[in-house]
């Protein structure tokens, strides 16, 4: 594992907090890559080796499965998106459930952030359609025809807006 480290901390993505590490046989779409070592970050996994650098996008995976051999315990991904299907080929089954377990865990936090970011654009465009544009046309009138101050319009205005924006 120690030179896939290496790896890690030589390419563009040294920057990249890791969550958890491994190596195991890589192959994609039936092309076989060897052993490869395997980086989860907040966002993706990683496979590096000497020949390639490669990142799924944990959002791309939609689903995969478990698959024990006579010398491996296989761990194929389908990742539509990009037409690809991932095998990875651990060594050991202890390996492969601490890759599974953590990468779960990074999946979900994943889904909880995108569902926070979909619920917070979905409050603001229910918000915006509750703006209240003819009060905000009012007082700009109000201020056209200088009844208001500048001032006092932009106060004015920024307490109608604080809610929405």
Do not use: W
């Amino acid at each position: 594992m120690k030179k896939f480290e290496n790896l890690f901390h030589e390419s563009d993505y040294s920057h990249e907090t890791l969550f958890f590490n491994t190596s195991s046989l890589i192959s994609f779409n039936k092309d076989y890559f060897g052993e490869c070592g395997i980086f989860l970050t907040k966002d993706y996994i990683l496979i590096l080796n000497k020949k390639i650098s490669r990142t799924i996008n944990y959002a791309g995976i939609f689903d995969f499965e478990t698959k024990n051999t006579l010398f491996g315990r296989k761990v194929i991904f389908n990742i539509p998106i990009d037409n690809l299907t991932v095998e990875m080929d651990f060594n050991f089954d202890k390996d492969r459930k601490q890759f599974l377990s953590k990468l779960q865990e990074l999946m979900e936090n994943k889904e909880n952030e995108i569902q926070t970011i979909i619920e917070r654009e979905e409050y603001i465009q229910e918000q915006r359609k509750n703006m209240p544009y003819e009060e905000l046309k009012k007082l700009k009138e109000l201020y056209d025809l200088e009844i208001l101050t500048e001032d006092e319009y932009k106060i004015k205005r920024e307490e109608m807006l604080k809610d929405y924006l």
